[in-house]
C-alpha cells in the first residue's frame, strides 16, 4: 500500500535496498550494509514491520514518553537522519510516511511462507520447497519498544506452527525423512509445546528410532516437571507402548 506522493521509479542499475528484521536489525544497499543513527533505525523498523503510518501516531508510538509536539520534531530528526544515509528507503508526505515500493523486507517473505505452510489443502508437491528460514528467529532483538511486542510473539508462533504444519503434512504423506528436519525447529523455538513434541516423538517412531522417541519424551517430561505438570494423554499414549514395564507415565 503506498500513498500520496510517489517517488520518482528507481533507476534500472539502482542496487536494491533490502531490511532485514528477524534474527538482527539490518539494512543493505545491494552488498553494502547501510549504519543509521538510531532513532533512524527505530523509525525504519517501525515503517518495516507496518508499512504505512500516520506520523503523529507513529511519533507518539517511537517516544511515548515525551510530549506529542516533541516528539513530532524528534521524528523528524530521525527522518532527515534516515534520508541523508539512504533517501530511497521512506516516502514522505505532509501526513503519513512510509516504506518505498523498491525496498525488501524479509519478514514479508516469511509471512508468506507460514501463512501458505499452515494453509489447509496445501499442495505436496510444495512441501519440498525448502523454507526462507532454517530457524525461528525473533523479531527485532533488542528492540525494546513496546510497538514490537506483539507483532514479536506472532511471527515467532506463526514461524513454529509452520514449521509444525510441515512437518505434519510430509509425515502424513510418510515423509518421516524430510519431516524431522522442520519439527526439530519447531520443538527447538518452544520446548514446552506439546503438539510439536508429539509430533517430534511420532516421527521418529515412524523411522523406527525408538531409543531417539523415548530421549525425546524424558526431555519434555523433565521440562513439563519444573512447571508442576505432566504430560497430555497425546503424548503418554503414542509413547506408552515402548516404555519399560512398571515405568510412571505421569
Known sequence: MRTGEEPEPSAPDSPSLRVQLLGAFRVRRGGTPL???ASAARLLAALALHDVAERQELAGRLWPDTVQRRANADLRTALWRLQKV?????VSTRHLLSLA?????DVRLVERWALAAVRPGRDPVDLGTPPPVTTV???LPGFDDEWVEQPRERLRLLQVQAFESTAAQLLAAGQAGPA????LRAVQADPLRESANQLLIETHLRQGNVADALRQ???YRAYLADLG????????????????????RG
Open 229 to 248: 505438570v505432566a504430560p497430555g494423554l497425546g503424548v503418554t499414549n503414542l509413547i506408552a507402548r515402548h516404555l519399560p514395564s512398571g515405568t510412571s
Open 101 to 105: 515500493d523498491p525496498v525488501e523486507v
Open 137 to 139: 528467529r525473533p523479531l
Open 217 to 219: 519424551y524424558h526431555r
Open 86 to 90: 539512504e533517501p530511497r528507503l521512506v
Open 35 to 37: 549504519v543509521l543513527p
Open 180 to 183: 524431522l528436519p522442520h519439527i
